[in-house]
């Protein structure tokens, strides 16, 4: 191998690596559990460089040996005893005794951080979205995303209504899973405000790739007051075209799946919309929620999402345009 593929590559792998520690990564920590999980994953990189780097020197070595030596060289028996000893068992034992001691320890500290004193959330899988319910504020549900006030400690409580799906925000911690019938603790932490991608991290059918979630982290007093308008109905429609959109909603397809809480509109097969303005995806995060894409998907969902549980709706252009400015109005 020429110098210039050797430096080719390790340029790659540097590239990789450094992209690998960029926003969204589980190597950019926000919090107490991602730094805990960072640190372990920088520990396996670094002795596992290490032994590399070891078992190509002693590679270069015997090749060197042999290139210089006339006829075969043989190791003494001493020597070889020595290194399959010593390097081969000696240093593989410690090595994965380093690594179980850390990575038990890790784990015993993220199982310990569960419990009982945090901000209650219970997040509920669905194909493919996610359910967001605020224990302590009966009426704050809403999906795909999840407020988080700073420097507070969020106890997640994990379940599922169809299938196994994964909760993962790379930046805020590990994986757990949201199991049907069982409730799963996982406790979440952001040390600064800001939003944090997630992902079912789970094969839970066919837009499993596309059941992505959002972490809102706020400022305790704005996450305050974003919770007390989420407990809130909807605001009454204020003008003839919402008025109207709200009636097109009560009476087509949408109400017979979806909530909006101080409407007649009470089924919970779909997210609960009753703040789906304050939202910033729709669709589990597959498209911005704008009122172009907001359209798109109320008439074919499946274009979009295709699998996804919600059939298209056919509307008349009028009635189409009410119930756009109605969603529009729900804050
Ligand atoms: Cu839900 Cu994968």
Avoid at 144 to 154: A, C, F, L
Avoid at 193 to 218: D, I, K, P, T, W
Wanted: charged letters at 20%.
């Amino acid at each position: 191998m020429s110098r210039r593929v050797g430096a080719l590559l390790g340029f790659a792998a540097a590239a990789v690596l450094l992209s690998a520690c960029g926003e969204g990564s589980a190597l950019s920590p926000k919090g107490p559990n991602a730094r805990d999980i960072a640190g372990l994953w920088w520990l396996m990189f670094w002795l596992g460089l290490a032994v590399y780097v070891f078992v190509v020197a002693l590679l270069l070595v015997v090749l060197r040996r042999r290139g210089k030596a006339e006829a075969p060289v043989e190791a003494t028996p001493g020597e070889g005893r020595a290194l399959i000893w010593g390097a081969g068992v000696g240093m593989t034992t410690v090595v994965i005794i380093v690594l179980v001691l850390v990575s038990y320890s890790v784990g015993g500290r993220i199982y310990d951080r569960r419990g009982t004193g945090g901000l209650q959330v219970e997040v509920i899988g669905y194909k493919f979205w996610w359910e967001v319910r605020y224990v302590d504020r009966p009426g704050a549900i809403t999906a795909n995303e999840i407020h988080i006030p700073t420097g507070r400690p969020v106890d997640l409580i994990l379940t599922s209504r169809d299938v196994i799906h994964s909760f993962w925000v790379p930046e805020l911690g590990g994986k757990l899973d949201l199991v049907p019938g069982v409730r799963h603790a996982l406790r979440i932490q952001a040390d600064r405000s800001g939003e944090f991608r997630g992902q079912c991290a789970e094969y839970c059918g066919v837009q499993h790739a596309n059941m992505l979630l959002l972490v809102v982290a706020q400022p305790p007093d704005e996450f305050d007051s974003w919770l007390d308008r989420q407990a809130q109905p909807r605001q009454p429609p204020t003008s003839p075209l919402t008025q109207r959109g709200e009636e097109v909603f009560v009476r087509t397809p949408c109400g017979a799946c979806h909530r909006v809480r101080g409407t007649t509109a009470t089924a919970d097969v779909g997210p609960d919309l009753t703040h789906f303005a304050t939202r910033r995806t729709l669709g589990a995060g597959v498209r911005p929620n704008t009122r172009g894409h907001l359209g798109g998907w109320i008439s074919d969902p499946q274009a979009i999402k295709p699998g996804n549980l919600m059939p298209p709706t056919k509307l008349a252009p009028d009635e189409l345009l009410a119930l756009l400015a109605y969603m529009e109005s729900l804050t």
